[in-house]
């Protein structure tokens, strides 16, 4: 270390600052003085940007602590409390002022408290009746003896005598039988003929008052036939076809204008009926589902085509063969019950099982069992066990494997033989023997009898017109009467009248067509409701949706409300009023098979069909809905 000597520092004329290049070390006890102080202990050098200067440290205030509300100095004491009321810090109803006068607790009203300071005491009370009669006021006087009551006379009394009315009043009188008065012969009554002189063969019937009976003659003689006249009588918008026998006894048949067909110019006569509608087709042949002429089909018959849609000719005799199934049953309920060729017993809500016997026995087990279930595709019926002469089926719900009674959800089922095809047409297949249970043969009963070659005819054992006299005459009052637009031909062979409309007749059976309706701008997962126009009751074929979609169809609006806050994954209670629904992909058309019937449930049905439709495409969309049907009521 260098020392440099207070007397060893030159100063030279630059004035410029001493530099200690390798440190500088105050000696202890030496000060070290800037501008000619030493500074006090605790000072700290502090540049003043021309020069240095001793410095003291700030003063640095204690710590901070936390207020106390009992406090009364220092820190922790609050300044300027306010001064509490004793109930701020007891929370004591007691400790306020002030305190209101509470009443004692209301109890019941007794009618028997007769304290009236009590507050059971009922003030002004009604004072009530005994339930004495004597006690009442305005008491009626009751007789105590029959000659009390004003329509009584018991003067000249004798002993077995009776009362009897003698038009103003009951009197003593003798009684004529000894044993409670009345007579003993038809023609004493009050109310019948007063004897029987030349009556005889004729027999009683009410009189036009209705007051008595009376004598009339028979219509007719019993052993000859009836005589009738014919006209017709105008009711309302129908008309009535009566038939007047010579008695003057009147028989009615009423004929009802349809759709489309009026009735009028209704005389005794006869009447006109026409039809009102427009298009269609007056002829046979040119329908659009028949033959386009008769040409070279004289003695051919009708029958619907293999593909079910439209009708041809073939040659009479001729046969076909034809899928027919062995059984069937319809089952909505949990006992048992008996369809068509088979029974089943009641349903195993354990198992879900229900076991079905064949009423015959089929020739082997390779049959196969058709089975449907109403509302949805998911839930089915597992066929198993087949037998000859049965088999079970259990009834699932949507996961396949739970039991689901056919009382919630029932369904159909359907039995074809492992051979299921059988001739039918002319002549083929013997019809079985008709029973109660069996369709087949028709039984020849009383009074009928059947020849040789199969001509069924009947004996007349009445006087009474028989069918075929009355067709005739009904028949006779359409012939030659005027009609507009329908031709009406009295067909005796089978005691039919056949009406044909022509420029506005039809064949009456509707084309498929569609309705549709847009939500528009549906959020994704949002619902929105729709009403399409389709018909007060139709079969739907289809559900075609513009975008993915879970779409639900109601019976009416008040079951769409109702049913707004069931989800996707939960099922429709029966009866709620949901016809169908289904989930869709983008642009898809969902079949409904089998056909669904739809319709509508107002009160005054509407052809308004009402959906639910909730976006699932993953954005918002204008959402079509189109329905795909066949309206089967007008």
Known sequence: ??????????????????????????????????????GTSGDYLKSTGSSVVWETFPSIPATQVNSDWNATSGLAQ???????????????????????????AQIQSDWNTSNTSSVSFIQNKPTLFSGV??????????????????????????????????????????????????????????????????????????????????????????????TYSQSSVADGSNVKLRLTDSGSTDDDILITAGNNIAISSVTAGGFTIASTASGGSSTFANLTDTPANFTGAATKT??????????????????????????YAFVNADTAGTGTGMTWGAYNSSNGRMEFTFSTALSDANYYVLSEREQYDTHSVHISQKTTTGFRASWYGNDGTSPLAPSTFGGVLIVYASTPTRN??????ALPTASATVLGGIK????????????????????????????????????????TNITVTYEDSDGTIDLVANAGGGSGLQARTTGAATSTALANGAAGNLTIVAAKTYVLHKIQTSHAAWVTLYTDSTARTNDAARTETTDPLPGAGVIAEVITSDGATQPITPGTI?????????????????????SSADVVVTLHFVAVEA
């Open 1 to 38: 270390m260098s020392k440099l000597l207070a007397n060893q520092i030159s100063n030279y004329s630059d004035n410029g600052p001493v530099e200690a290049k390798e440190g500088l070390n105050v000696a202890n006890g030496k000060p070290l003085q800037v501008a000619g102080a030493s």
């Open 78 to 104: 609050i300044s300027n409390k306010p001064t509490l009321h004793a109930v701020a810090t007891s929370g004591q109803y007691s400790d306020l002022s002030g305190l209101p006068s509470i009443p004692a």
């Open 133 to 226: 009669y004597n006690d009442l006021s305005g008491k009626p006087t009751i007789p105590t003896n029959l000659n009390d009551l004003g329509d009584v006379n018991t003067q000249n009394v004798s002993n077995n005598d009776v009362l009897k009315w003698n038009g103003s009043n009951w009197a003593p009188a003798a009684d004529a039988t000894g044993g409670g008065g009345g007579v003993t012969t038809f023609t004493a009554l009050t109310d019948t003929p007063a004897n029987f002189t030349s009556q005889a063969g004729k027999y009683l019937k009410v009189n036009a008052g209705a007051t008595a009976l009376e004598y009339v003659t028979l219509p007719v003689d019993p052993d000859t036939n009836t």
């Open 302 to 327: 009708v029958v619907v085509n293999a593909a079910g849609n439209a009708l041809e000719f073939v040659d009479s005799g001729t046969s076909s063969n034809e899928i027919i199934p062995v059984a």
């Open 424 to 429: 039918v047409g002319a002549g083929a297949g």
């Open 444 to 483: 020849v009963g009383t009074n009928l009898s059947i020849n040789g070659s199969g001509v069924l005819s009947a004996t007349d054992t009445n006087t009474q017109l028989s069918t075929e006299e009355v067709q005739d005459i009904v028949g006779a009052m359409f012939t030659g009467n005027t009609e």
């Open 598 to 618: 739809g319709w509508n449930n107002e009160g005054t049905p509407t052809t308004n069909a009402y959906v639910k439709v909730v976006n699932k495409s993953g």
